[in-house]
């Protein structure tokens, strides 16, 4: 069956280049211009992957709003955000919002399809790992790796793919400092150090939602993180 990607631009031309440069490849693509259409289709059925502007008709950040809502009816849906704002604050903006990815316009068309059969092979990479343990346990922390669930003694962390596969790659070798071209590699996102911290500050603060005193994932100064028993 094919993936399906849904399409949020509001400018007709890019929004009809993206698609059919996506349908070319083999996706089955739909495109909406605004968050309101989109949310509307969402709520009956949720798309493999979302592709989202910013800036959405007359909504500046319509974008980062359809981007909550979504991470709001699925964890685990890819979202990668494509905009002409290409400033720090609002990458890493989007990416504490939850999305995946974060790419400017002026990215070509190959590098954009590149980036989304990544994101596809890393649901593919986690529910089909090449072991045969579907459970990874480490004291408290159980990750499902069929499922993509995370819990806490027993209480659900809700993590995007993102934030997933960095606290599969630190608790997999505890104890071993992970530097940040190594989570990038683990999560296959490029990304830059600040954005990284973002991540880990996000996902330290998802774990003490449900566990006030959570100081397992731990900072090596100048080198990584590690995650500690």
């Not at 059925?45 to 699925?74: K, T």
């Not at 609002?90 to 399809?113: C, E, I, N, Y």
């Not at 996000?202 to 590690?226: C, E, H, L, P, S």
Request: charged share 25%; glycine share 4%; with cysteine.
């Amino acid at each position: 069956m094919k993936k399906s990607i849904a399409v949020v631009e509001d400018e007709e031309g890019l929004r009809e280049n993206y698609a059919a440069a996506l349908s070319r490849m083999g996706y089955q693509v739909k495109t909406y211009a605004n968050r309101r259409a989109a949310m509307t289709a969402f709520g009956v059925r949720l798309p493999d992957l979302v592709i989202i502007d910013i800036s959405l008709e007359d909504e500046a950040e319509g974008g980062f709003d359809l981007c909550r809502d979504l991470r709001a009816l699925s964890a685990e849906l890819p979202i990668i955000f494509l905009t002409a704002r290409d400033s720090e604050l609002d990458a890493v903006s989007g990416l504490r919002l939850g999305a995946d990815d974060f790419l400017t316009k002026d990215v070509s068309l190959p590098h954009l399809a590149a980036r989304v059969a990544a994101l596809f092979r890393r649901i593919d990479a986690l529910r089909r790992p090449e072991d045969a343990a579907q459970v990874l346990r480490r004291g408290p922390l159980s990750i499902d790796i069929e499922t993509m669930q995370v819990t806490w003694n027993a209480q659900p962390v809700t993590l995007s793919l993102t934030e997933f596969w960095i606290v599969h790659a630190l608790a997999k070798n505890p104890g071993h400092v992970k530097n940040r071209q190594q989570l990038m590699d683990a999560a296959n996102v490029v990304l830059d150090d600040n954005t990284i911290t973002s991540h880990i500050k996000r996902v330290r603060r998802k774990f003490q939602a449900v566990d006030a005193a959570f100081d397992t994932i731990q900072t090596a100064y100048g080198m990584g993180y590690r995650w500690v028993e």
